[in-house]
């Protein structure tokens, strides 16, 4: 009993309270600086990128380069960036909002996030080893046979997921027992947090799929190194096999990279719009529907490897179907800021240009889901305009609006509004300039993981670098008003914004070491 | 459901997962290296491994202790359970890609190369095959060679070793009964030939991989059947191993004293485990074996 009692006083300082904590505010505090830190390291590699497709031609890398970029740059955007920054969120926030002591389980949560500086370690390692074929560079897909023949690197890339797994796996079941069974009393689930609704739901997802994950790139080893045939015609296996078990995988992960978005998003808008959230129960179904569906639809990844005909259509219609809840979030976002006092400090600028920019990139996505313009699209700049309007406008926007909205409760003080506004209005333009050509670039038929391309392509190129710089420095900002953020600024009041609702207004900003030791009553 | 969590047992800060993470960064960079046979690879694996090992029996010890010493209440208790069955759904899903794998080489791709007949003429795409990259031989008497094996029959070491796996099964819930009734004679009796079973599976399974790369030319190289044959039931095979450790590791703690009719969450988590060790088995010899 006496370490059950002690604890409270255990307040370790210095390096090894960051090393050893098993409070769900420092590690979410852990999460979140190393997904802004991989943030720039990823970013730079796409400026790497851009920088090269300013010109056609050759300029600054060798294709060989080019090729680890563009894969490294995923990697890191989607495993390091957007998946860490949404568990730190989880972390801070999820126990705050359910009024719950801390996580589930406290040991467990450190270890889940101390896995991956080691597992980027291993990735990265690999871009110094340029004599012995460098980074990874077959995509992030990962594709046999190309990722069957790449050096050492490929190696890294595979083991270093494994450790990526172990870290979701673990980070999801924490989640999900949180949730389940740490709720303060009357908290019934139908009456939680829509962010923690859409984490809850992305536990599972993570659950279902990241161990796939791990088998596919097991296969991918063993084929490698062991003799196996999975994805060899000649024994018997199957490119195409690789690519069934990637997107299975593959479709699931894009949610887990939106849904938390969307659980963000359905914070920030009701604040803002002073107005509850519109249909709240409409929300879970949908973000449930989504998740669900997201199992059926993995083969529109796939519609020009020649699937059989009724194969295409199921995978059409499939996909074509979850525009419907995706539609019913966007209509209940629109219409929760219908007639509300609206005001726009910077989560909320954020959260609306969210709600415009991530439905072009679902309109987009619904275009590439009809088969026969797929077969037009598919591997060229459109696919990528797409998921970069869903996964920066989308799941970044998200990030950056929840972090200006509870920054202030993290940290105790208020943010600089004028520089919140220009990091925004900057991001907003530079995103639009480094994209929408994209759009224009791919329905001309430029391809995607190329180096170099056709004169006709230059000018919107052009605009894409200039505004991928734009978008890229405009973070810097970002990184500046943290930073002041937590070392100044005004106080922050306990309410924050005075049309925040939830347990974690309740509490101090910044709030106390260990919150809700006994649970709050919630009516 | 939610219950007033005030005295919901926060651990003080633990050194150990860190520790582990720096196991699992060797171990993994080990086995990197050995993979493409460069020098210290094995090196560093086995210093990843036991530092994984010691953390692992340090973290649990002192899990166990703070279990004993009656400082967990029922909330904590349903966390772990929570815990342990989403993580054996985890496993379930790891083990459904190959599976999925062994459906789709049978029901599509193996069909569709013997359909392409400018590739692979004269291929016959039959089950079980290595591919169309050699000639193929399935007949018991055959030399082993490139791509020449025999397939592993279900009626023989396979179906005794369902049946010893479905009797562990047995033993398991039947040392479960004996813990909930306080006997510890047959929770310890139980246990112990779970074990014993256990082991007996693993030394049958290890005489049949010994049997069919001596004698059946059946390796991992063997097309996509010796490939998904020997992932399958090798992920297996390690699952059951570290079943039989869970098992060790719960036998001693019963011999210890532990466990008490209302509280024995270890003991139900390995017997989850057992259990689920048990069902993929029998999924693979319908599909491996058997069909
Ligand atoms: C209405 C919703 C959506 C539809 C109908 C949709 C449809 C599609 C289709 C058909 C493709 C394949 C295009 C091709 O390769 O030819 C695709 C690619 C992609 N989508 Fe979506 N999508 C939707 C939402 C999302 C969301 C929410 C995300 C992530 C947050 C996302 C991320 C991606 C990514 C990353 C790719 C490219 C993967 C790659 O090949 O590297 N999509 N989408
Ligand atoms: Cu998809």
Redesign the interface.
Known sequence: MATATAHHGAHPTGISRWLFTTNHKDIGTLYLWLALILFFVGGAMALVIRAELFEPGMQIVDPHFFNQMTTMHALIMVFGVVMPAFVGFANWQIPMMIGAPDMALPRMNNWSFWILPFAFVLLSSTLFMQDQGGAPSAGWTLYPPLTIQGGIGTDFAILSIHMLGISSVLGAINVIATILNMRAPGMTLMKMPLFVWTWLITAFLLLAVMPVFAGAVTMLLTDRHFGTSFFDAAGGGDPLLFQHIFWFFGHPEVYILILPAFGIVSQIIPTFARKPLFGYNSMVYATASIAFLSFVVWAHHMFTVGLPLAGELFFMYATMLIAVPTGVKVFNWITTMWRGSMTFETPMLFAVAFVFLFTIGGLSGLMLAIVPADFQYHDTYFVVAHFHYVLVSGAIFAILGGAYYWLPKWTGHMYNETLGKWHFWLTVIGFNIAFFPQHFLGLAGMPRRIPDYALQFTEFNQWSTVGAFLLGFAQLLFLYLVVQTIRSGKKASTQVWDGAKGLEWTLPSPPPYHTFATAPKVK | ??????????????????I???G??FL??G??LT??SLGAGPWLMLVGTAIVAYIIAR?FGQVIG?SE???YNK?VD???R??MA??I???V??????F??LF??RQ???P??GETEL?WPGFDAAWP?????GPMAITPDTVAGA?QFSPMGAWGIPAINTLILLSSGATVTWAHWGLLKDNRAQLITGLFLTIALGIIFLALQIYEYIHAYTELGL???A??????F??LTGFHGFHVTLGVIMLTVILGRSLKGHFRSDHHFGFEAVAWYWHFVDVVWLFLFIFVYWL
């Open positions: 459901m939610s219950t007033a969590h005030g005295n919901y047992y926060l651990p003080n800060p633990s050194p150990w997962p860190i582990i993470s720096f699992l960064f993994a960079l086995a990197v993979i493409n973290w703070e010493g009656g400082i909330q349903r966390s772990f929570w815990g989403w993580f759904f985890s496993e899903m790891f083990f459904a890609a190959f999925g794998a789709y080489v599509f791709s193996v569709w190369i590739l095959t290595a591919g169309p990259k791509n390796t991992l190289k097309g996509v059947y010796g490939a998904t020997f992932m």
